[in-house]
């Protein structure tokens, strides 16, 4: 029988460029992007992430470096 994990799933659809306040949590104190294996997600919102993130940069919404 597997065991499964507890944790947290977020859905694709929330994943935007303008949810400023949820990207902001996967992003480390130096501006970085963090790891799948410390977000706990899978690949597929990983990937999402790092691109809204980056999209996000890009309007200027979220800064490429934190002071």
Known sequence: MKTTKNTKKIEIKQIDFRNVALLSKYINQSGRLM???????SAKEQRKIEQEVKRARYMALLPYIKQ
């Open 35 to 41: 790891t799948r294996r410390h977000n706990k997600t």
